[in-house]
């Protein structure tokens, strides 16, 4: 008699994002043996975003599994996660494609954009992206992420669940859970017959503590949500593209609003504007708010900023000015000299009396006590008299516009809970409090939060490819009418750079550059020359691309704000999403678990995985793993089997693929499609001989 237990597995190779941080794909195998039942899936479709010389074969082993996936998963729309989908469909993918409603329509454009890049025709483009099998996985009813009593049926006993991640606008976790045992029944909870595992895809910058604290960089998206902790969820699949990097994370939002007006006051001051390159999704979402912010809201600086910008006496006597210069009632401007010199304010021109300091010394050579003092009289200075700063801006980009719209319609998609209260999916308390603080009514704060996002994301001088106004001459009058000018990176890294040349060579303007600049790009070469990289020679030998413009002619300040826009989280806060220390639901992970590190160069992997490591303790036990690419990985046996590489093609003919029959719950026969019928007969019957 045959007791061989039945058994459920799941098994998982790492199709790309090794040893670089592009081209998110991961197979998984999920094989029920009572049901007979083996059958492939993807998490994420990824184009890899750069020069990587196992690229080609890389895609064409996605590729072949093509005809045989049969869902995609996608975590969020960025094209190193969802820029292969239209070769998997035209190779015979014919599955559902898994994601949010957000991730379905950024998806879209993010694909159809792209496609047009490629010169395709429009009509097919249209046709092509709304053949997509997109299930969009909070359209359900009674949707709520992270319902882990309630996951999604995918399979004959494999289910899956969403958390948010905060990285973009839709963008979530994938948790899979299956049941080991087939004699066990799904409602038979415990958890030695269950197994999951978490994909984080990326892990967006604001965690649970410093959204709660107000010290996230963003206030536009939510914090990131860690995966459940428990006995029976054991694997954790982590990015690690900031993991080797960790930031000074306290008032980072104020830091960085006082950074992008600063730079702005400085170049309004000498009479230029400012331009603004950045990633159409979700970057250029948040400068927009920040930009809102700065017009709309009193400058509030921080002690760190001034330190950090070393900044001299003339630079932050200067404010005390400006605050002054802001006033334009005289009562206003009496009752400001009565607030100036009230007995704790020291009058401008004597704080030197008053800090007792040699002139001409850098604000961070100024005692702690005066630097506060200072700091504290020019935020109340400016909380009383100064509501804005009085700039023009706008973008340049019909695909912003697209994306604008999708934000517009979801970023306040919520559900209320059993205790009447409105749970936000994705848009930030941090907004709320910042704009709207004096709305305590539910329903009141929800409409009024959508008005006002209209607002931030609205835009007179998009792009169009159908507009019947010239493309210069609009591009003419957003620069006449803007002080900031904001366009798409690819605007900079494109033909289009010929348009910016004259902006280039005034040293009036400053370029502010907030993103990845991919090597070799034009954005990358200006970056390297803000920084001072290039001597003489390269100056003149080095052109910008597309151009006849040579390094030393490009005259306008550089500024690199990209640490105050990055879109992951840094180390601290990837060991915090997998060991919990800082959870608000006060369960950390106390259980054993293995974390595979993906999305990262091996730099970056490794240090990842030394930071996870070093935080275990008595009652934390995390093995951080760093995966190979195309090596199965055995969930059911703890990942601890020996790998094995992914049979894809028949090595005789190069060309055909093989299947898989188990037979008696034992033995896998991996063959060719291609083999007659009758001799797979014989060898079916030879192995239950041998099994007899």
């Known amino acids: 008699m045959n007791n061989t237990k039945k058994e459920n597995k799941l098994r998982i190779a790492f199709m790309g994002a090794i040893n670089c941080v592009s081209g998110s794909c991961t197979l998984l ?20 975003q750069e020069t990587n010389q196992n690229y080609t074969c890389n895609k064409k082993r996605v590729l072949s599994l093509a005809k045989k996936v049969k869902a995609v998963f996608l975590t969020h729309a960025h094209a190193d996660h969802i820029g292969l989908l239209p070769d998997l ?39 092509f992206i709304n053949q997509m099998n997109f299930d969009p996985i909070d359209e359900r009813p009674g949707f709520l992420f992270g319902n882990a009593k309630n996951p999604i049926s995918i399979d004959d006993g494999l289910c899956m ?25 799904p409602e038979n909870n415990k ?92 970057r250029m979402q948040e400068i927009l708010t920040d930009l809102y912010y700065i017009k709309n809201k009193p400058m509030q600086f921080t002690r760190e ?17 400006l605050v002054e210069q802001n006033i334009t009632f005289s009562e206003q401007n009496q009752e400001f000299q009565d ?31 005066a630097q506060i003092g200072i700091i504290n009289i020019l935020n109340a200075l400016y909380k009383r008299f100064y509501s804005g700063m009085y700039i023009n801006y706008g973008y340049y980009s019909s695909l912003t516009d697209e994306v604008n719209q999708i934000y517009q319609k979801n970023l306040f998609d919520c559900a209320m809970n059993k205790n009447k209260e409105i749970k936000y999916n994705y848009i930030s308390p941090q907004f709320f409090k910042a704009f709207l603080p004096q709305i305590t009514e539910t329903e009141k704060k929800l409409e009024e939060g959508k008005k006002l996002i209209n607002d931030i994301l609205s835009n007179d001088y998009s792009h169009s490819r159908l507009s019947p106004i010239g493309p210069d001459e609009k591009l003419d009058t957003f620069f006449y009418r803007n002080d900031v000018c904001l366009f798409s990176n690819n605007f900079l890294n494109s033909e289009n750079i010929n348009k910016l040349v004259e902006f280039l060579k005034d040293e009036k303007n400053t370029l502010v550059l907030t993103g990845y600049q991919g090597e070799g790009t034009n954005g990358a070469l200006l970056k390297k020359l803000g920084q001072g990289v290039y001597n003489e020679q390269d100056l003149f030998n080095i052109k910008l691309n597309n151009t006849e413009m040579r390094l030393y002619e490009v005259k306008c300040k550089i500024e690199d704000m990209s640490a105050f826009y990055s879109g992951h989280a840094d180390q601290e806060q990837l060991v915090e999403y997998v060991h919990g220390f800082n959870n608000t639901r006060g369960t950390q992970n106390i259980f054993p678990a293995t974390v595979f590190l993906n999305h990262g160069t091996q730099t970056q992997r490794e240090a990842l995985k030394k930071a996870i490591e070093e935080k275990n303790n008595g009652s934390h036990k995390i093995k951080a793993v760093l995966p190979e690419s195309f090596k199965w990985i055995n969930l059911n046996t703890g990942g601890s089997e020996e790998f094995a590489d992914i049979e894809i093609e028949n090595k005789h003919s190069g060309t055909s693929y093989k299947t898989k029959i188990t037979v008696k719950d034992t033995i896998d026969i991996f063959y060719p499609e291609t083999l007659d019928p009758r001799l797979l007969a014989k060898i079916i019957n030879a192995v239950n001989t041998i099994l007899d």
């Not at 094989?31 to 184009?47: A, F, M, Q, T, W």
């Not at 494609?97 to 097919?124: P, R, V």
């Not at 001034?306 to 000015?321: A, G, H, K, M, V």
């Open 305 to 321: 900023s001034f330190i950090e910008e070393n900044l001299t006496e003339e630079e932050w006597l200067s404010y005390f000015d």
């Open 191 to 282: 958890y030695e017959h269950w197994e999951a595992i978490c994909f984080s895809g990326d892990v967006g910058p604001c965690d649970e503590l410093s959204v709660k604290n107000g010290d996230a960089q963003s206030i536009l998206l939510k914090d990131f949500a860690t995966p459940y902790y428990s006995e029976s969820n054991r694997y954790i699949v982590l990015e690690s593209t900031y993991g080797d990097r960790v930031r000074n994370k306290k008032n980072l939002f104020l830091k960085k609003i006082y950074k992008l007006w600063s730079i702005i006051n400085k170049t309004k001051k000498e009479g230029g504007k400012v331009l603004i390159p950045a990633f159409v999704l979700n």
């Open 29 to 48: 195998e999920y094989s029920n043996s009572e049901k007979g039942i083996c059958n492939y899936y993807l998490v994420d479709c990824g184009e890899y």
């Open 161 to 185: 669940y969403p958390l948010r991640t905060g990285h973009i606008l839709g963008s979530c976790s994938f948790t899979f859970t299956w049941i080991k045992e087939n004699s066990k029944h």
């Open 89 to 127: 469909i035209e190779n015979g993918f014919k599955g559902k494609i898994y994601c949010t409603k957000a991730t379905m329509d950024l998806t879209k454009i993010m694909l159809e954009d792209a496609l047009h890049i490629k010169e395709q025709e429009n009509s097919n483009i249209k046709q």
């Open 339 to 369: 607030a100036l010199y009230l007995k704790e304010f020291p009058q401008p021109d004597r704080i030197k009396n008053y800090i007792t300091y040699t002139d001409g010394a850098p604000f961070n050579s100024i005692p702690e006590h």
